[in-house]
Nanobody, 128 residues
């Protein structure tokens, strides 16, 4: 059974850093691209980052480019989102999801409808 479980969320001050983890089971990271999404209160869920299964190529939305880094550890079958220089507008629930496709290039801009399996989410609050 496909399962994705996020962890690592919490409260952090503006300018701080946080690393989110996505533990994947039911398939290996060789098969499907993994995306990170976030949803702020009252806002639509938006794509943040994506990592391809084939070659590990990454994509980051303009809003987080230069601040967030998506990576994978194939030995642990996990995907991470390193978030630096956090801003208040980064606040929201963060989700990892599997697209069913192998490459992020076909999923840009990231559309949540292209991702079939989702984790339960982890909350990130950026506030002073």
């Amino acid at each position: 059974q496909v399962q994705l479980v996020e962890s690592g969320g919490g409260l952090v001050q503006p300018g701080g850093s946080l690393t989110l983890s996505c533990a994947v089971s039911g398939f290996t990271l060789d098969y499907y691209a993994i995306g990170w999404f976030r949803q702020a209160p009252g806002k639509v869920r938006e794509g943040v980052s994506c990592i391809s299964s084939s070659d590990g190529h990454t994509y980051n939305a303009d809003s987080v480019k230069g601040r967030f880094t998506i990576s994978r550890d194939k030995a642990k079958n996990a995907v991470y989102l390193q978030m630096n220089n956090l801003k208040s507008e980064d606040t929201g629930d963060y989700y990892c999801a599997s697209s069913g496709d192998y490459s992020c290039r076909y999923l840009i801009p990231l559309d949540k409808r292209e991702f079939a399996y989702w984790g339960q989410g982890t909350q990130v609050t950026v506030s002073s």
